[in-house]
C-alpha cells in the first residue's frame, strides 16, 4: 500500500509563492499520473495539475502560467510549484497517484495540506 505525505502548505500574502511536495512511501516509478487536487470550503474538488509517467503535465485553467508541477523519481515525490498566488487560490490540496495494472486502475491519496492566501 503506497502512503502520501503532503507537505509545504501555510499562509502566504497575495502575489506570494509556495512549494508543495508529496512523498510517497514507496518507488514511483510504475505511477501513470500524478496530480494535485484542492477543495475549498463549499466547493467541489478540483484537478489542479497532473503529470504523467512520460512527463507530460496537464494544468487547470485557473493556474496556467502560475503553477508547475514536477516529479522527482529519485525522491519518490512529486512537486507543485505555485507562484503568483490569489486569495482564490485557497484551499485544501490533496496529491492523488493513479497506476495501473492493466485490469483496474488503483488510486492513493494523501491527507492535504491547507494552503491560505489572505494578506
Known amino acids: 500500500q503506497l502512503q502520501l505525505v503532503e507537505s509545504g502548505g501555510g499562509l502566504v500574502q497575495p502575489g506570494g509563492s509556495l512549494r508543495l511536495s508529496c512523498a510517497a512511501s514507496?518507488?514511483?516509478?510504475?505511477?501513470?499520473?500524478m496530480g494535485w487536487y484542492r477543495q475549498a470550503p463549499g466547493s467541489q474538488r478540483e484537478l489542479v495539475a497532473h503529470?504523467?509517467?512520460?512527463?507530460?503535465?496537464n494544468y487547470a485553467d485557473s493556474v496556467k502560467g502560475r503553477f508547475t508541477i514536477s516529479r522527482d523519481n529519485a525522491k519518490n515525490t512529486v512537486y507543485l510549484q505555485m507562484n503568483s498566488l490569489k486569495p482564490e487560490d485557497t484551499a485544501v490540496y490533496l496529491c492523488?497517484?493513479?497506476?495501473?495494472?492493466?485490469?483496474?486502475?488503483?488510486?492513493?491519496w494523501g491527507q492535504g495540506t491547507q494552503v491560505t492566501v489572505s494578506s
Open positions: 492523488n497517484f493513479r497506476k495501473t495494472n492493466g485490469i483496474r486502475w488503483y488510486d492513493y
Open positions: 514507496g518507488s514511483i516509478f510504475s505511477i501513470n499520473f
Open positions: 503529470i504523467t509517467r512520460d512527463g507530460d503535465t
